[in-house]
């Protein structure tokens, strides 16, 4: 829309508020929500005391038009995709693929993550690549382990490989449907699953060698907080109490251990009065016997997805986090939290074994296991008096968990509860995605359509209930686009972004249409990392096709840059959200991915300035 000279000072006031934004949200000291409300509030005022008229309504940016890309389409698809991606880290659904390159780590540890970040790429390409990175933080960690590599030096590499799949299809980021609906409402056709397929690949490709091949080289090694604070390779003392009809029952031990419990230590078994202690020859399982086992938190984690069932003693008791069912018997329940406690200073557990303390009852909460640092355990649970500085592996309900923060016995490490997937569902999970992209990769409805019809099956289906989906759902996302939506809107309708095209275009005149595509992608680019990647796409989507339609070439090719220059969020932590996410788990400080992330950036914009040309024909 060409701009009104009578509009010229509204177009300033726009642009100062662009400024702001950019300034507002690179800072720390304002929360990205107060900001985008700001705006939003900002801009509904402005323009409601200050209307930009036109011949066929009284004012162009009313409250309805402002407000309209918190119902945007692109926006409620992208919202739906955190749902769906909540749905199979709840199920478990990409377990079996941590469990294949498991069995290399140690072999050739390098290599497997290396591939491991290729999969990681090729997976982002068609779900959304957010929550990609929240399924494979803990595979990447767990390989990392696995390899006795630092996990510091995969998660952002972990990250830009999530990002760089994600800008390979139009389901792959939330950038690229933000982009494409932007240009949809600039009166643009429709952009398909595959229209950039093509030079997204190119890319990605180049992109991946300096990721995959020698990022994890250079990044630093350190230890992190969590693993500091509790010790990951550190084992808990369990006790599994062998009933008629546990899985355990009848298994024989083979070269002195048992091949059913996989990385996990016997310790002892104890048969009546008798103990058995390693190595087991020939020693066959039997109902009554107590088994005292040693485990990581993690390979613990795996007994509970894989086969709760080998816990049944302990899940399935009266007072502990089961539901009993139509006939009175007792079931596990969903919604199980493992989670950390250390027992404190003076704490009535001292001195006292965990059914003397009655943990269970007064907390509803179970204790699987017990890690004491001073010395090896060799007892049964029911043997073991509590010591202060004792940590305690919790299972138990959300709520139940949750509760120990009130306590005075225990303290509670917030950062270690972790939702336990019901892997029975992983199957539906996979099937409910598979049909979410292949219906929107065919075109067969719009991906919003899909999106949303996706979440309904996740939720209906049982892979996640309604507080969890409702929890993926980001209200920074929400608020950022809809306050970006919002600028870009009163950026369009007062001539701003057809005086920030113009004012390109005359400082390189001259220098041809390469350059000057060539230098948008690197604004775009540099302004992704400041700001966000959402917001600089729908802000930049208009100056583009401006650009272009004064270039009078395709804007195709220039909301196609803004797509793949907008996704080059790789040089600040505010970049991307999967930036923030692998933040706390590599220990990353903000120098750490300027570091990485400047020269990838730079890489790219080489790669697209040399390739976009040639392919486009410019």
Same mark, same amino acid.
């Given at each position: 829309?060409?701009?009104?000279?009578?509009?010229?000072?509204?177009?300033?006031?726009?642009?100062?508020?662009?400024?702001?934004?950019?300034?507002? $949200?690179?800072?720390?000291?304002?929360?990205?929500?107060?900001?985008?409300?700001?705006?939003?509030?900002?801009?509904?005022?402005?323009? #409601?005391?200050?209307?930009?008229?036109?011949?066929?309504?009284?004012?162009?940016?009313?409250?309805?038009?402002?407000?309209?890309?918190?119902?945007?389409?692109?926006?409620?698809?992208?919202?739906?995709?955190?749902?769906?991606?909540?749905?199979?880290?709840?199920?478990?659904?990409?377990?079996?693929?941590?469990?294949?390159?498991?069995?290399?780590?140690?072999?050739?540890?390098?290599?497997?993550?290396?591939?491991?970040?290729?999969?990681?790429?090729?997976?982002?390409?068609?779900?959304?690549?957010?929550?990609?990175?929240?399924?494979?933080? !803990?595979?990447?960690?767990?390989?990392?382990?696995?390899?006795?590599?630092?996990?510091?030096? %995969?998660?952002?590499?972990?990250? $830009?490989?999530?990002?760089?799949?994600?800008?390979?299809?139009?389901?792959?980021?939330?950038?690229?449907?933000?982009?494409?609906?932007?240009?949809?409402?600039?009166?643009?056709?429709?952009?398909?699953?595959?229209?950039?397929?093509? !030079?997204?690949?190119?890319? *990605?490709?180049?992109?991946?060698?300096?990721?995959?091949?020698?990022?994890?080289?250079?990044? =630093?090694?350190?230890?992190?907080?969590?693993?500091?604070?509790?010790?990951?390779?550190?084992?808990?003392?369990?006790?599994?109490?062998?009933?008629?009809?546990?899985?355990?029952?009848?298994?024989?031990?083979?070269?002195?251990?048992?091949?059913?419990?996989?990385?996990?230590?016997?310790?002892?078994?104890?048969?009546?009065?008798?103990?058995?202690?390693?190595? $087991?020859?020939?020693?066959?399982?039997?109902?009554?016997?107590?088994?005292?086992?040693?485990?990581?938190?993690?390979?613990? %984690?795996?007994?509970?997805?894989?086969?709760?069932?080998?816990?049944?003693?302990?899940?399935?008791?009266?007072?502990?986090?089961?539901?009993?069912?139509?006939?009175?018997?007792?079931?596990?329940?969903?919604?199980?939290?493992?989670?950390?406690?250390?027992?404190?200073?003076?704490?009535?557990?001292?001195?006292?074994?965990?059914?003397?303390?009655?943990?269970? %009852?007064?907390?509803?909460?179970?204790?699987?296991?017990?890690?004491?640092?001073?010395?090896?355990?060799?007892?049964?649970?029911?043997?073991?008096?509590?010591?202060?500085?004792?940590?305690?592996?919790?299972?138990?309900?959300?709520?139940?968990?949750?509760?120990?923060?009130?306590?005075? &016995?225990?303290?509670?490490?917030?950062?270690?509860?972790?939702? +336990?997937?019901?892997?029975?569902?992983?199957?539906?999970?996979?099937?409910?995605?598979?049909?979410?992209?292949?219906?929107?990769?065919?075109?067969?409805?719009?991906?919003?359509? *899909?999106?949303?019809? @996706?979440?309904?099956?996740?939720?209906?289906?049982?892979?996640?209930?309604?507080?969890?989906?409702?929890?993926?759902?980001?209200?920074?996302?929400?608020?950022?686009?809809?306050?970006?939506?919002?600028?870009?809107?009163?950026?369009?309708?007062? @001539?701003?972004?057809?005086?920030?095209?113009? #004012?390109?275009?005359?400082?390189?005149?001259?220098?041809?249409?390469?350059?000057?595509?060539?230098?948008?992608?690197?604004?775009?680019?540099?302004?992704?990392?400041?700001?966000?990647?959402?917001?600089?796409?729908?802000?930049?989507?208009?100056?583009?096709?401006?650009?272009?339609?004064?270039?009078?070439?395709? =804007?195709?090719?220039?909301? $196609?840059?803004?797509?793949?220059?907008?996704?080059?969020?790789?040089?600040?932590?505010?970049?991307?959200?999967?930036?923030?996410?692998?933040? @706390?788990?590599?220990?990353?400080?903000?120098? &750490?991915?300027?570091?990485?992330?400047?020269?990838?950036? +730079?890489?790219?914009?080489?790669?697209?300035?040399?390739?976009?040309?040639?392919?486009?024909?410019?």
């Amino acid at each position: 829309m060409e701009a009104d000279l009578s509009h010229v000072w509204q177009m300033w006031v726009v642009l100062i508020a662009i400024v702001a934004a950019i300034i507002a $949200y690179a800072s720390e000291d304002i929360p990205l929500e107060i900001t985008s409300l700001a705006l939003l509030a900002g801009l509904l005022v402005f323009f #409601q005391v200050f209307p930009v008229e036109a011949p066929s309504t009284p004012n162009l940016l009313d409250a309805r038009t402002l407000l309209a890309g918190l119902a945007d389409p692109a926006l409620i698809a992208v919202l739906a995709l955190l749902v769906i991606g909540q749905g199979l880290f709840q199920s478990g659904a990409l377990e079996g693929m941590a469990q294949l390159s498991n069995a290399n780590a140690v072999r050739a540890p390098m290599l497997t993550l290396a591939v491991m970040l290729v999969v990681v790429l090729v997976v982002s390409g068609f779900m959304n690549n957010t929550p990609v990175a929240v399924i494979f933080i !803990p595979v990447v960690s767990a390989l990392a382990a696995k390899a006795s590599v630092s996990s510091s030096k %995969m998660m952002i590499p972990l990250s $830009y490989a999530s990002i760089l799949g994600g800008m390979t299809t139009l389901l792959g980021s939330s950038t690229n449907l933000l982009a494409a609906g932007a240009a949809t409402r600039a009166g643009m056709d429709r952009i398909g699953f595959f229209d950039f397929t093509i !030079p997204g690949l190119v890319l *990605a490709g180049v992109g991946i060698l300096y990721v995959a091949g020698l990022l994890p080289r250079i990044m =630093p090694s350190r230890a992190n907080l969590s693993d500091d604070l509790s010790g990951s390779g550190k084992q808990f003392i369990a006790q599994l109490q062998l009933g008629y009809g546990h899985p355990l029952v009848g298994t024989k031990a083979r070269g002195g251990m048992f091949p059913a419990l996989k990385n996990i230590t016997v310790r002892m078994v104890q048969r009546g009065e008798h103990p058995f202690l390693p190595p $087991y020859e020939d020693l066959v399982l039997r109902p009554g016997d107590t088994m005292i086992i040693a485990a990581t938190r993690a390979t613990l %984690m795996e007994a509970l997805k894989q086969d709760p069932e080998i816990f049944q003693d302990l899940i399935h008791q009266d007072g502990g986090p089961s539901d009993p069912d139509e006939d009175g018997e007792q079931r596990p329940i969903r919604d199980l939290m493992l989670a950390e406690a250390i027992v404190a200073p003076g704490s009535r557990l001292i001195g006292r074994n965990i059914e003397q303390a009655g943990f269970r %009852m007064e907390t509803d909460c179970i204790v699987l296991g017990v890690q004491r640092r001073s010395r090896m355990i060799r007892a049964r649970m029911s043997d073991i008096r509590l010591e202060a500085g004792d940590v305690l592996l919790i299972v138990g309900t959300r709520d139940s968990v949750r509760g120990l923060r009130t306590s005075r &016995d225990v303290l509670l490490l917030e950062w270690s509860a972790t939702e +336990i997937p019901d892997v029975s569902n992983a199957r539906k999970a996979q099937i409910i995605l598979a049909a979410t992209v292949a219906s929107a990769a065919l075109g067969l409805v719009p991906i919003v359509v *899909a999106a949303v019809a @996706g979440a309904f099956a996740m939720i209906v289906s049982g892979c996640l209930n309604v507080r969890q989906g409702a929890r993926a759902i980001d209200r920074q996302i929400f608020l950022l686009v809809g306050a970006a939506l919002a600028l870009g809107t009163a950026l369009e309708s007062t @001539g701003g972004a057809m005086f920030i095209a113009t #004012q390109v275009i005359t400082l390189f005149d001259g220098f041809g249409t390469a350059v000057v595509l060539s230098v948008f992608f690197l604004l775009v680019a540099v302004l992704t990392n400041v700001l966000s990647n959402n917001a600089t796409a729908v802000l930049f989507v208009p100056i583009g096709i401006s650009t272009a339609q004064q270039l009078g070439v395709d =804007p195709t090719i220039f909301v $196609y840059a803004v797509i793949f220059a907008a996704n080059c969020s790789f040089a600040t932590p505010m970049g991307y959200q999967t930036n923030l996410l692998v933040m @706390g788990p590599g220990h990353y400080r903000f120098s &750490d991915f300027l570091r990485a992330g400047a020269p990838l950036v +730079i890489i790219l914009w080489i790669t697209f300035s040399l390739f976009a040309p040639w392919y486009y024909g410019l």
